[in-house]
């Protein structure tokens, strides 16, 4: 039985929601029936470029949400929560982008409130759903790393590593909550949690410095406005068994800078910026080979319709046939958890236990 969907937020700088809109039509069991833009134009244009009909454009998002079986939400973060909970009162499901929200608490609110709505709540963290991370995730898991003890990814950079390019929403506290810190690093730490929880533990500790070094940003033709969050970002966790891990996102890179690695007591496994995946192992006397063995991606390491076909496709099995998923609303807030912990260790000038930012257990203590 096909489900009909609603996407809110076109889009106007990066515009997540074309990448959903592929998802989607990748996935045969989901309809684009309804979208729905604050700035009717925002939508106007999508639907013209993507050759939609001008039918599913909504002047409301009470009209989207009686057009549609679910709902996904590729807005500014800090307008996430107010969207998700008017879908959960009519007790549709949501697929979110992340970040969840602007922080740990606001995301932990959002996921209570979608349990307590008894609807599924996924997230749009897809980067594991990668042919790279696939296959790295598949090595891990065949034991071929050996002990995992060090984990290097440096991510960002690209459209907004022009100065030039004007203040968006995601430069603003109110809109965005924290940076590059939360923007990239929450793609880091879903990826750090997905390759190395069942090797290393839990991520134990954090430390982290973010700096904002654009200040400001052509606003319009009258002048500048300020960047009032983090545009550079360094991340250290410790995992619970000791294993040290480098996460470096800036919105101001190269984008030719990107790359993983982790390394084990066998072998060490990276991925380059175009995606290629290599292996180095250890001579007989445990010195480091000479040569990277370049792995091959496999049909199995790639989803029809890609990251995002893929993604759909568990949106759908949990909605209609209760499958279990990880990337929900909960798992979300949990990244958002290590992300407070970088933020916080970097005010304080301090490494910062997980532990220590932990939501109270009371509802009524959020207030
Ligand atoms: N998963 C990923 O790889 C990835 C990549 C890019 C962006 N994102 C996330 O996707 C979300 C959107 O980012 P983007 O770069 O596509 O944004 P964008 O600026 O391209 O588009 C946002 C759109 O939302 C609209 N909007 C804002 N508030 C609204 C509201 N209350 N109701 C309806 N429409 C509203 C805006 O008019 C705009 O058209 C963010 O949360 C971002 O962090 C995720």
């Not at 007989?284 to 989803?303: T, V, Y």
Request: some cysteine.
């Amino acid at each position: 039985m096909s489900l009909r969907i609603g996407i809110v937020g076109t889009g106007q700088t990066i515009g997540v929601a074309s990448d959903h809109l592929a998802g989607i039509q990748a996935v045969p069991e989901w309809e684009l029936t309804a979208v729905y833009d604050i700035e009717p134009e925002h939508a106007r244009l999508w639907v013209e470029k993507h050759e939609l009909s001008p039918e599913i454009i909504c002047s409301s998002l009470d009209a989207l949400l009686e057009r549609v079986d679910a709902v996904t939400i590729c807005t500014d973060n800090a307008s996430h929560g107010t969207i998700a909970r008017q879908a959960f009162e009519r007790q549709l499901p949501v697929f979110c982008e992340k970040p969840l929200s602007i922080n740990f608490k606001e995301s932990r609110r959002l996921a209570d409130d979608a349990r307590e709505a008894g609807v599924v709540h996924y997230m749009g963290m897809q980067y594991r759903y990668h042919p790279y991370a696939q296959l790295i995730k598949e090595t891990i898991e065949a034991g071929e790393l050996g002990d995992i003890f060090s984990y290097r990814h440096k991510l960002g950079g690209g459209r907004i590593g022009n100065p030039n390019v004007g203040l968006e929403w995601r430069m603003k506290k109110e809109t965005s909550g924290a940076g590059s810190i939360a923007d990239f690093g929450i793609h880091q730490v879903d990826l750090v949690q997905f390759f190395l929880n069942a090797h290393c533990g839990e991520i134990a500790e954090v430390q982290a410095d973010v700096g904002t070094y654009v200040t400001s940003r052509q606003l319009d033709e009258s002048g500048y406005g300020t960047v009032t969050n983090d545009d550079l970002s360094v991340i250290v966790i410790r995992m619970e068994n000791g294993a040290l891990v480098t996460l470096n996102n800036s919105r101001l890179l190269p984008q030719d800078g990107d790359g993983l690695e982790i390394v084990g007591t066998k072998s060490a496994i990276s991925m380059d910026v175009h995606g290629h995946v290599f292996m180095r192992s250890r001579n007989a006397d445990g010195s480091w080979a000479e040569e990277n063995e370049e792995l091959k991606i496999e049909d199995r390491h790639q989803f029809s319709g890609l990251a995002r076909g893929k993604q759909y496709h568990e949106f759908y099995e949990a909605i209609q046939f209760n499958a279990p998923y990880e990337l929900s609303f909960d798992y979300a807030a949990q990244a958002a958890k290590v992300i407070d912990a970088g933020i916080r260790s970097s005010e304080e000038r301090r490494n910062v236990l997980l532990s220590e930012v932990d939501a109270p257990q009371k509802r009524k203590e959020y207030e």
